[in-house]
């Protein structure tokens, strides 16, 4: 068979799996083969050399979370294999990201999934982003448990020392590139650089980390915005219970996954595309509920 019609073989047979494999594991059906052993094996010499200082010769974890077992489907079901293998080629390891090729990626994905009791079969999974997104783990997220523990700030304390602070380390990558070298040099970091010891992280982490770490500060403390108990600045409470006011803190949670995903492709276009995501949810509940001189969060 010529080398163009394997390509294309390769190409249908994953992407008829990826439509069938929910249906397939929720009708108790063996899930459908979607690497091949030689694969897998590739990933896993790959995985002990790249991988297993941060998340265990066995996949249970140290450092970094377990990739195997209820752990991994907790955080990846309902996920699909493209983002997996996307956060594996472009993050990973975190002190030593942007070196791995998409093959390689496919490659430790493949042994992610053998280690995960998915058979082996007679195709490669394709370096492919556009089929490897096609194809959805099986599962879903666990569910956030509810929190018990009351509000300690106001709502302009969780504003300016959360949501301000993550958004405006977003809103630097319009004009800043955080993949860019700083100074070399000894002596403190100069401080103009935007992702700098003065500016942000205190040069513990680099400039992606930092911007993947806003858009998460975002997303999970948005509904913060929700707790029960918790007054605006004036000592009024936040109106939790209004459809706008959810609508906002709903639009300001997706604006910071949006984000962190923009930051995980490690595109600085990206990023301040979906920048514009965020200013939006600001302006949103600004317009309405924005508050006055004398504290009052009200419409």
Known sequence: MPAPLNRFAALLITAVAATWIVSALQAQQPPPTL???AQAERGSQLYQIRCA???GTAMAGRQGPPLTGNAFLAAWGGKSVGQLAAKIWKTMPPNDSGKLTLPQAADLAANILQKNNFPAGTVDLPADEKVLS???????PAPAAASAF?????????????LFPSSNMIFNVQTNDPGAPLPTGTGAQDPSQSFSWVNWGAGI???WDIVDY????????APLLL???????NGTLVPIDRPDWIKFTQEMAEAGRAAYKASQSRNQEAVSDVSNQLADSC???????RENKSGHCRP
Do not use: W
């Open 205 to 207: 982490y680099k400039g």
């Open 283 to 289: 302006l949103h509940c600004h317009e309405v509920y």
């Open 227 to 233: 707790t029960p108990g918790r007054r605006c600045e």
């Open 150 to 162: 009351p509000p300690a700030g106001n709502l302009a304390q969780v504003m300016r020392g959360i």
């Open 134 to 140: 096609t194809i959805m783990l099986p599962g879903k």
């Open 35 to 37: 690497f091949t052993k």
């Open 53 to 55: 200082s941060c998340h």
């Open 214 to 221: 806003a858009a998460i500060a975002v997303a999970d403390s």
